[in-house]
């Protein structure tokens, strides 16, 4: 008997008991759907985070307290604003550094309030990040020096809390302090799902008073060129520990930030992956068991075909390629919807997913593999059964 | 065609060994019809198995067209059975869920045939029983007796030196019992294949040229032989 011939006999089989056939399969679809959909998922997280690192400019370095890795505790900053001009001496450019420091608080314009970040900042910010104003003026070395209270949103603060109206120059309430709005920032967009066009920046001196603090979240410096950001990290951090020896600081760049992230999405993937291929191999457990009741259930069948001149090897082959295609048939009809739902999960959702070539074509060995694994056994019992035996079983 | 001497058969059965076959000889010659006969557990259904390749003996020589059973295979029996044996068993034994087409191409499958040429003999073997009209149909769309010509087109379809018949008109009324034995009279009429019947009804064990009867495992009587080994 030739192996096409097995696949002919084995499909006849297989067909005969469609439903035992179809629910067999189910645990395999289930499996490889699942591996193949949250391998998409997890795919289309980390290349959103890959290109994130390619748009971004990579000359930028943040100073943070402590160490900055997986599972280290976040520590309380002592940073303070006088650091920025330690770093800017070594730097050699007041203008590449800036300071910041973040809060959670309502801001308010008459009826209309939202939550928002408020965010203080040095003059520098701009020119760091790359920010520039749409409308109105970029928060000022004065601003700064003389504590002002004025603040510049970001596009989407700008639309909830005024709508239409032009805020320049108008009024708002910012974790209960009166501020002026002397700007509108560009829209910028989100990253990981955070828009930065939500947040109101005012002077981080007017910022300190308001949050009743002198500490500051993390200094970020724009190096002059992206080769020497390498050099530079070592120098900066060195300058901190000279200031406030026995303490840690990092010194981090974006895509850094971004690895790590990428690195933590990957662990992810890997782990629902293995969770997903776990029910692949429970469904390969199910389907060894239906071979198991269908050798039992045929060994007159068996017994019959070995009185007719079928070997041992024709039995065992055709047993497993009965197990093998309700593995690979479940594995292909499991792609079909894994692919089908990661298609339809980056079209509707704003989850991204990307469909690689490697999972879907796992997937299915994996499965085949499955099928030939777990149909040996009964493909060997049925293969050995004693003709005379099995002819007389009822 | 057949040869067998002093064929010994023994059953595990617990710690004892249980004798099936102790010590049989006979031959079946090409072109013979051959009835088994005796009482149920008398050892004839071991017998067929073990003439038929199904089986081997515990002790003794078989030799099949030739070829002693003992220095065979699994898989050259298999072979040996495919080329030279029909079985005919008295449950039909049809593959429920295929054609009659089908079921009688089957020993064909392990002879790595073409399927158009195996539907085409599984047609000839099909007609020879008078069943050209119910090709396609499943096994549960044909009457017993249709069931058991298409079992007997079956064996015949490798175009066999020896068809065993087990029981073949156990699960038969008369009428259809008679056509079942009327084609295996004339398979070996008119086409001089050897018939060995296993039957416990002298009807239809008349049907054979030559009688042998076996009790507890021996022969007791043996047409061909002109004598009874009890009486000697």
């Given at each position: 008997?030739?192996?096409?011939?097995?696949?002919?006999?084995?499909?006849?089989?297989?067909?005969?008991?469609?439903?035992?056939?179809?629910?067999?399969?189910?645990?395999?679809?289930?499996?490889?759907?699942?591996?193949?959909?949250?391998?998409?998922?997890?795919?289309?997280?980390?290349?959103?985070?890959?290109?994130?690192?390619?748009?971004?400019?990579?000359?930028?370095?943040?100073?943070?307290?402590?160490?900055?890795?997986?599972?280290s505790a976040p520590t309380v900053s002592r940073l303070q604003l006088d650091d920025v001009d330690a770093i800017a001496?070594?730097?050699?450019?007041?203008?590449?550094?800036?300071?910041?420091?973040?809060?959670?608080?309502?801001?308010?314009?008459?009826?209309?309030?939202?939550?928002t970040s408020m965010v203080g900042v040095t003059e520098t910010m701009t020119t760091v990040f790359d920010r520039p104003v749409a409308r109105g003026q970029a928060i000022s070395a004065t601003d700064v020096d003389t504590r002002r209270r004025v603040?510049?949103?970001?596009?989407?603060?700008?639309?909830?809390?005024?709508?239409?109206?032009?805020?320049?120059?108008?009024?708002?309430?910012?974790?209960?302090?009166?501020?002026?709005?002397?700007?509108?920032?560009?829209?910028?967009?989100?990253?990981?799902?955070?828009?930065?066009?939500?947040e109101i920046h005012v002077p981080v001196t007017?910022?300190?008073?308001?949050?009743?603090?002198?500490?500051?979240?993390?200094?970020?410096?724009?190096?002059?060129?992206?080769?020497?950001?390498?050099e530079l990290r070592p120098k900066l951090e060195q300058a901190l520990v000279d200031r406030y020896p026995g303490e840690e600081f990092s010194a981090v760049t974006q895509s850094q930030i971004l690895g790590t992230i990428g690195k933590i999405l990957g662990l992810l993937t890997l782990v629902l992956a293995a969770i997903a291929a776990i029910s692949l191999l429970v469904g390969g457990v199910g389907v060894s068991n239906i071979m198991l009741v269908s050798v039992r259930e045929r060994t007159r069948e068996i017994g019959l075909r070995k009185a007719l001149g079928a070997r041992q090897r024709d039995v065992l082959l055709q047993f497993l390629i009965e197990a093998v295609m309700l593995t690979a048939v479940g594995g292909i009809i499991g792609i079909t919807i894994g692919v089908g739902g990661s298609l339809l999960i980056d079209t509707f959702s704003p989850?991204?997913?990307?469909?690689?070539?490697?999972?879907?074509?796992?997937?299915?060995?994996?499965?085949a593999g499955v099928g030939v694994f777990f149909g040996v056994a009964p493909a060997r019992r049925a293969a050995r059964l004693d003709p005379v035996v099995a002819l007389r079983t009822d | 065609m057949i040869e067998a001497v002093d064929l010994e058969r023994t059953y595990k059965l617990g710690d004892s060994d249980v004798g099936a076959l102790r010590g049989v000889s006979l031959s079946v010659a090409a072109g013979d019809y051959v009835a088994i006969t005796g009482p149920s557990g008398s050892g004839k259904s071991t017998l067929m198995h073990v003439l038929g390749a199904l089986d081997r003996p515990t002790a003794g020589l078989v030799r099949i067209d030739g070829r002693d059973v003992n220095t065979l295979s699994d898989g050259d029996l298999a072979e040996l059975r495919n080329a030279t044996i029909g079985f005919v068993f008295q449950s039909f034994a049809l593959l429920a869920r295929t054609s009659a087409v089908d079921n009688v191409a089957m020993p064909l499958l392990y002879r790595g045939m073409r399927k158009s040429a195996r539907r085409k003999l599984a047609v000839e073997a099909l007609e020879k029983v008078g069943l050209a009209?119910?090709?396609?149909?499943?096994?549960?769309?044909?009457?017993?007796?249709?069931?058991?010509?298409?079992?007997?087109?079956?064996?015949?379809?490798?175009?066999p030196k020896v068809v065993f018949a087990d029981e073949p008109t156990g699960n038969l009324d008369t009428r259809n019992g008679e056509e079942v034995m009327k084609l295996l009279g004339a398979l070996n009429a008119d086409a001089g294949v050897a018939i060995v019947l296993v039957t416990h009804e002298p009807d239809i064990a008349a049907h054979a040229s030559r009688q042998i009867q076996i009790r507890d495992g021996r022969i007791a009587f043996d047409s061909a032989a002109g004598r009874d080994p009890a009486a000697a």
């Open positions: 008997m030739t192996v096409l011939e097995g696949f002919r006999v084995a499909l006849e089989a297989l067909r005969a008991n469609r439903l035992r056939s179809l629910l067999t399969m189910l645990g395999v679809i289930i499996g490889v759907a699942a591996v193949v959909l949250l391998v998409g998922i997890g795919g289309g997280a980390k290349q959103e985070v890959t290109s994130q690192v390619e748009g971004l400019g990579s000359n930028l370095v943040i100073v943070v307290p402590g160490k900055f890795e997986l599972g001496r070594v730097v050699g450019d007041p203008n590449a550094v800036t300071a910041s420091v973040t809060s959670g608080e309502v801001a308010r314009n008459g009826t209309r309030e939202m939550f603040a510049v949103l970001g596009s989407e603060a700008a639309e909830e809390l005024f709508g239409d109206v032009d805020p320049i120059g108008r009024q708002l309430t910012l974790a209960g302090v009166r501020l002026r709005v002397i700007g509108v920032y560009a829209e910028r967009g989100s990253a990981f799902g955070v828009s930065r066009d939500g007017t910022a300190h008073r308001i949050l009743g603090t002198e500490r500051v979240d993390a200094l970020v410096v724009k190096a002059p060129s992206s080769d020497r950001v390498e989850v991204p997913a990307v469909i690689t070539w490697w999972s879907p074509a796992m997937a299915f060995a994996v499965s | 009209h119910r090709l396609d149909h499943r096994p549960n769309q044909l009457s017993g007796g249709e069931q058991q010509r298409v079992a007997i087109a079956r064996a015949l379809v490798g175009d």
